[in-house]
């Protein structure tokens, strides 16, 4: 089996656990890969490979770090196919599920095929500019987020779904989540949350003016389009908060379905509420 590893940048940590796991895989018989800047941290005989070699090269992908670190690296590999098996450094954590105390049990087991693989929906984001024209479109495991620039100054955000009008937003922005992104800036703004086997989208404004404008959910195969109207360059978008782009006044994003899930490797015995009780202090069962 060959196994990626992707770093946490800044985190000594991260360095020690790559060098204990990478270790553990090797005695399994494991290829390893990681990104060129990494790959010291593994046992020596490991691979380096580009960023955009990595998805085509591995079968699973190891990542140290936050829930930042993770969305770095479903960008990277999840339209090959490749699962994401997360150590959790960072403070909460929602997606990588693995503790540093288990995850040398759970990289073996992993390695093995022992443990269960989810699949979580993502978005498929396109800025189309006001004359029509497309262009580049990425995709979100979290959202898409339409927000101010820098000044503060309520936005005008059209929105419409499949074409139907739903609201014109004064606000200071809008989110456009799936439901694993439910837990995240979503769910911050007064959104829900979804559990992640649904295919659906969270359409939630960021401080609306009109204190009646609340979250939506629609299902997933409906495409949400939000136009700008903001003066020129005064709405932002962030996609998973890995990249963004300006817009001009009449562009707008298109959100619907996208056609690769993510693939999560995920703790056996561990729900989905589970995670919820420790991240977000619910209590004991």
């Known amino acids: 089996m060959r196994f990626g590893f992707l770093l946490k940048r800044g985190k000594p940590e991260a360095r020690e656990i790559a060098a204990e796991l990478g270790q553990v895989l090797r005695q399994q018989g494991c290829r390893l890969f990681a990104l060129d800047e990494d790959v010291a941290a593994l046992p020596a005989g490991a691979s380096a490979v580009s960023p955009e070699q990595l998805g085509s090269s591995i ?15 479903a960008g990277l590999v999840a339209d090959h196919g490749v699962p994401l098996f997360g150590v959790n450094l960072g403070s909460l954590g929602f997606m990588t599920q693995f503790g540093r105390s288990e995850a040398v049990a759970a990289i073996q087991a ?19 500019a006001a004359n029509g024209a ?7 495991v979290n959202d898409a987020v339409l927000a101010q620039r820098s000044i503060a100054r309520l936005l005008d ?27 995240a800036y979503t769910l911050a703004a007064g959104g829900p949350i979804l559990t992640p086997d ?4 969270v359409l939630t404004p960021i401080c609306p003016h009109t204190l ?16 700008s109207r903001a003066h020129d360059e005064e709405a932002y978008l962030t996609v998973d908060g890995q990249v963004g782009s300006p817009l001009e006044t009449g ?9 690769y899930d993510v693939l999560l490797i995920k703790p056996p015995q561990k729900t989905f509420f589970d995670v919820l009780r420790q991240k977000l202090k619910w209590g004991e069962r």
Do not use: W
């Not at 497309?134 to 979100?140: D, I, L, M, Q, S």
């Not at 649904?198 to 989208?201: D, N």
């Not at 562009?251 to 056609?259: F, K, N, S, T």
């Open 110 to 128: 992993a390695s093995q095929g022992r443990l269960p693989i989810e699949e979580r929906m993502r978005l498929a984001v396109t800025i189309r």
């Open 212 to 227: 009646t404008n609340r979250p939506l959910i629609i299902p997933a195969e409906m495409g949400v389009r939000v136009v």
């Open 157 to 183: 955000l059209e929105a419409r779904l499949d074409g139907t009008p739903i609201a014109t937003y004064k606000a200071d922005g809008v989110i456009v989540s799936t439901p694993t992104g439910s837990t």
């Open 251 to 259: 562009d707008a994003i298109e959100c619907c379905l996208g056609d």
């Open 134 to 140: 497309a262009g580049e479109t990425r995709h979100a």
């Open 198 to 201: 649904l295919e659906a989208i």
């Open 59 to 73: 079968d699973a992908l190891a990542v140290l770090g936050g829930d930042g670190t993770f969305l770095y690296g």
